[in-house]
């Protein structure tokens, strides 16, 4: 039995661990860290290299893995398991070429394994093999995923060499789970627009934003065709509905400048190898969505090698990056979105986000005051400089960034401007201005009533003031039935009963809370105040420990460490 299986099975324990220096070179980029290993003429240790690899792994830095995994290899050059896993981190992480060298390999010990021929019949549909690309995703059968994502590949292959009845029929007969439904049609759809099937692409298409009415790039999809092939009733109706939906979106705003004065929109999809590209990166924006992170990237990477300069991957990418906090990683990839193209704003915000999370905001404020500049009537970028003030307690300049938003908009507000009047109103609260604050929060509920977020904080607010007891109590009951499970809407009522001395029922709403979120300090502060107030002061003094232990705010430190101390006093509550 080698090594890596005693490690897997848990049957031996490692008494050699690899240096500190080494494992902290993950947060290194992947050139630095083969460089250094280099230099120091890296000991290829097996079992270091594996302990190294599944802590960059976990670190979700996928690159170092696949590095540490190449040096495990050296050491045990024949071990399946580990050329699997190195090659699918290769994919993962964008190294497609380095990653297709181990595909024989593996194809030799499992022939049906679907990432592999994924990934060789992506680099031959990439050089224009289309019988090579077919035969790899004709392979891959094996689970709902595989079967979807490699017959739509198929299909596609088959559209390259013009195939297209072939490729048409070859959709319609797939047969799956419910979800398959809008993704096939959509497919069939552009392979028959492509054809220059006008009549079946429309019916195809229809179907298609029938069985999913919430995608937009279907919507779009549609629209374009509809605007093509003069359906121009329809097409205007749809177009207009996607204008009031989503207009800040940057591929609606091409829709709608490439279809003004009876101009005809280009297609979505021009070649087989976009095609391709809409298949893995839909697939693989879902799977992200839905937690898939690691095959996610696979599917992403994959895309990106078929259209590098595509910025919907791009983007794509860059959130599942800055998702599992590889900051700098995602800011490399928005930067690559060319500045000419229409979401190279888009990416610049992505990337003020990106640097707000890392702790640069000085750089973030840069990107942002640049972008108003440029779009000063981008309510997006506007609303978002002022949420990441606003997280800074910076609130005075969010409160002005707000106030930009809102000059533009306050005459004639839409039901989504309630987020705008909402994140103002949390800034005239917390800058003493009540009355403002209030008509703010009030405004945001004319434009989104029974909105649980307002409803939370202006209910709180009011019964924190000792104001409208009646009214904010009502408020937060109804937050909460509009969301059961949310820790701090049912916090917020436990804390209203508080203040109401009605102790028993708030014991009862905060045991709730901290239940749902048993690590924040806040809750389990809460719940110790109202343990106090029952008589329950051994358990209040333990609640209260808890929450110093959870690494509260500093003022909030001082206040619970005074209680576990003296017990409660009225001027260390909430």
């Excluded at 895309?303 to 906090?325: M, Q, S, V, W, Y």
């Excluded at 003020?352 to 942002?368: C, E, G, H, Q, V």
């Amino acid at each position: 039995m080698t090594l890596l299986k005693n490690i897997l099975s848990g049957a031996v324990v490692l008494s050699t661990i690899i240096g500190t220096q080494t494992v902290t070179a993950f947060a290194n980029t992947h050139q630095e860290l083969s460089k250094e290993l280099a230099e120091r003429d890296y000991p290829l240790s097996l079992s270091g290299s594996y302990l190294a690899a599944l802590t960059a792994n976990k670190g979700q830095d996928h690159g170092a893995a696949a590095l540490f995994y190449d040096h495990a290899l050296q050491a045990d050059p024949n071990n399946v398991a580990l050329i699997e896993r190195t090659f699918l981190l290769k994919l993962a992480d964008g190294d497609v070429e380095g990653a297709v060298s181990f595909a024989s390999n593996i194809l030799d010990h499992a022939p049906k394994n679907r990432f592999a021929r994924l990934a060789l019949g992506v680099v031959a549909l990439r050089e224009r093999s289309y019988k090579k690309a077919a035969r790899e995703f004709n392979y891959i059968k094996e689970g709902p995923l595989a079967l979807l994502t490699g017959t739509l590949l198929h299909g596609w292959t088959l559209a390259g060499d013009k195939k297209f009845n072939e490729a048409i029929a070859l959709l319609d007969k797939l047969e799956g789970p419910e979800w398959y439904h809008a993704y096939r049609l959509y497919h069939s759809a552009l392979i028959a627009d492509m054809a220059g099937k006008k009549n079946l692409a429309l019916e195809k298409m229809n179907a298609a934003y029938a069985a999913d009415k919430n995608s937009l790039r279907t919507a779009e999809a549609l629209t374009r065709l509809l605007l093509r092939y003069d359906k121009i009733r329809e097409g205007n109706e749809l177009k207009a509905l996607l204008e009031l939906q989503a207009g800040n979106r940057p591929n609606i705003k091409v829709l709608l400048n490439e279809s003004t004065d009876g101009k005809k929109p280009k297609g979505i999809i021009t070649s087989s190898q976009e095609g391709a590209m809409e298949v893995l990166y839909g697939l693989g924006s879902a799977i992200g969505r839905e937690g898939g992170e690691e095959i996610s990237l696979v599917y992403l990477n994959l895309a990106h090698f078929l259209a590098p300069k595509n910025p919907l991957t791009l983007l794509a990418l860059g959130n599942i990056l800055e998702d599992g906090k590889l900051y700098d990683k995602a800011i490399s990839i928005y930067e690559k979105v060319d500045d000419k193209s229409p979401y190279k704003n888009l990416a610049l915000l992505q990337s003020a986000f990106a640097y707000n999370a890392s702790d640069k905001l000085d750089k973030t404020r840069t990107i942002l005051d640049d972008l108003i500049e440029r779009e000063p009537e981008n309510l997006l970028t506007i609303g978002s400089y002022g949420n990441i003030l606003r997280s800074h307690e910076l609130y005075e300049e969010a409160r002005t960034i707000y106030n930009k938003a809102i000059e533009q908009i306050d005459t004639k507000p839409a039901a989504q401007n309630w987020q705008l009047y909402y994140s103002r109103g949390i800034t005239n609260e917390r800058t003493k201005r009540w009355e403002e604050a209030e008509k703010d929060f009030r405004k945001a509920l004319k434009l989104q009533p029974n909105q649980p977020q307002v409803l939370n904080y202006l209910g709180y607010s009011l019964i924190d003031m000792g104001l409208k007891y009646e009214e904010a109590l009502e408020m937060i009951t109804k937050a909460v039935e509009l969301r059961p499970d949310d820790a701090f809407i049912i916090d917020s009522l436990g804390w209203a009963y508080f203040k109401l001395e009605d102790y028993e029922k708030a014991v009862k709403h905060l045991e709730r809370a901290v239940e749902l979120r048993p690590q924040d300090p806040i809750l389990n502060d809460h719940l110790g105040d109202a343990y106090w107030h029952v008589g329950r002061k051994l358990e209040a003094v333990f609640q209260w420990s808890h929450a110093r232990d959870l690494d509260p705010e500093p003022k909030d430190l001082e206040k619970i460490v005074q209680k576990i101390a003296n017990g409660f006093i009225a001027d260390n509550d909430g």
